[in-house]
Nanobody, 118 residues
Framework: QVQLVESGGGLVQAGGSLRLSCVASGRTFSTESMAWFRQAPGKEREFVATINWNGGRTSYADSVKERFTITRDNAKNAVFLQMNSLKPQNTAVYYC???????????WGQGTQVTVSS
């Protein structure tokens, strides 16, 4: 059974930082793109960042560029999201995903809550 388990969320003040982790089990994703999405209360899920199989190519939503960094460690079957200069509008449940097929991702984690206080 494939599982993606996120961790690292929490409550932080505006301007602070958090590092999210997502560890996969059940199969390796070392040849697959992985990504982070988020969903704020009352809003649709939105793309945050993606990374290709070897970490050589990344892409970010405009709203997080220069503040968030996505990385991965294929030896640990994991993807990370370093979030700096957090803002209250970054409050959301953050989800990791794996195996991109077209515009969709096959596997999703259960999410980790990030709350940024003003």
């Amino acid at each position: 059974q494939v599982q993606l388990v996120e961790s690292g969320g929490g409550l932080v003040q505006a301007g602070g930082s958090l590092r999210l982790s997502c560890v996969a089990s059940g199969r390796t994703f070392s040849t697959e793109s992985m990504a982070w999405f988020r969903q704020a209360p009352g809003k649709e899920r939105e793309f945050v960042a993606t990374i290709n199989w070897n970490g050589g190519r990344t892409s970010y939503a405009d709203s997080v560029k220069e503040r968030f960094t996505i990385t991965r460690d294929n030896a640990k079957n994991a993807v990370f999201l370093q979030m700096n200069s957090l803002k209250p509008q970054n409050t959301a449940v953050y989800y990791c995903s794996a195996e991109r097929r077209g515009q969709e991702y096959t596997y999703w984690g259960q999410g980790t809550q990030v709350t940024v206080s003003s």
